[in-house]
């Protein structure tokens, strides 16, 4: 699931030069893989920012036809999606604050929501001898996203999307998207502590794999998308403007006491007035 945020109106933009007032943002939700914005889950998850941010937010259906191309191998990955609208999309909303629980943002290296069962272990042997073919990745939407690192050369030229997300290929570094990324007020990255779908869940921070192997697993400060600052991470960071935040629980199992503490106050934004 991820939630981004949109600019204020210029009718609130007007007022805020007159009074000196806390207002709330425009926010809409893209939901997580599988999900819906009329299950219960999203639902009450977009009521309940709602009323605690006293503005009313918007659950957006990724597959609805409204998206551009680029998305639809992707379209239930909230996360990558949202993302995807900051840098890719040309004269897409100017979003102020974008707000992930458990993304995937540096990838993941195993099929999500499946389990440890041995189905799951045959499921998975079977997608990953495939994953990076062009059937799947144009009909599995985990696929682009899944980031082997023992077979770095394949996922960087038969992954469909993450690499073009990361700016990952070394001859096609598009500043555009670096300073999209880098724009953002504050980026807001929520990793939970129990998750088993995201491998690993250091994935949520941009932390993952070094190349070549599983081990061990490197905090986002110290890979290459970081340190080479290919999307802007580390301008934001250096800034203060990321927040990389570990709550309780599985994967998505947020509680309300952590969405009023590291959700709402994004939601909010203080104008103050100029005395001269």
Avoid at 61 to 74: A, H, I, M, N, Y
Avoid at 96 to 114: D, E, F, Q, R, W
Wanted: proline letters at 6%; one cysteine or more; hydrophobic letters at 35%.
């Amino acid at each position: 699931m991820a939630l981004h945020l949109l600019p204020i109106s210029i009718l609130f933009i007007f007022i805020s030069l007159l009074f000196p007032v806390s207002l709330s943002i425009p926010f809409i939700v893209l939901h997580g893989i599988g999900d819906q914005c009329s299950n219960r889950g999203v639902n009450e998850f977009t009521k309940k920012l709602s009323k605690f941010a006293g503005v009313k937010g918007y659950c957006i259906e990724v597959g609805d036809g409204k998206w551009d191309s680029w998305f639809k191998p992707l379209e239930e990955q909230g996360n990558l999606i949202a993302r995807g609208v900051i840098e890719f999309c040309d004269g897409g909303p100017l979003v102020k604050n974008y707000i992930s629980l458990g993304g995937p943002h540096a990838g993941t290296a195993s099929v999500p929501l499946c389990g440890s069962g041995i189905f799951c272990i045959i499921a998975d042997t079977l997608i990953k001898s495939e994953i990076y073919s062009d059937y799947v990745q144009a009909h599995l939407a985990p696929s682009g996203y899944l980031k082997f690192p023992n077979d770095m050369s394949k996922y960087l030229s038969k992954c469909k999307f993450l690499p073009k997300l990361n700016n990952e290929h070394p001859d096609k570094r598009n500043s555009t998207y670096k300073e999209r990324f880098s724009s953002l007020q504050n980026l807001v990255l929520i990793m939970f502590e129990d998750d088993k779908v995201l491998i690993p869940k250091e994935t949520s921070w941009f932390g993952y794999y070094p190349c070549g192997g599983f081990k061990p697993v490197l905090p986002p400060q110290k890979t290459k998308l970081y340190t080479e600052d290919w999307i802007g991470l580390k301008s934001l960071d250096d800034t203060g403007r990321v927040k990389y935040i570990s709550v309780a629980g599985g994967h998505l199992g947020i509680s309300e006491a952590d969405i009023k503490k590291h959700v709402v106050p994004y939601l909010k934004d203080q104008a103050l007035v100029r005395t001269s």
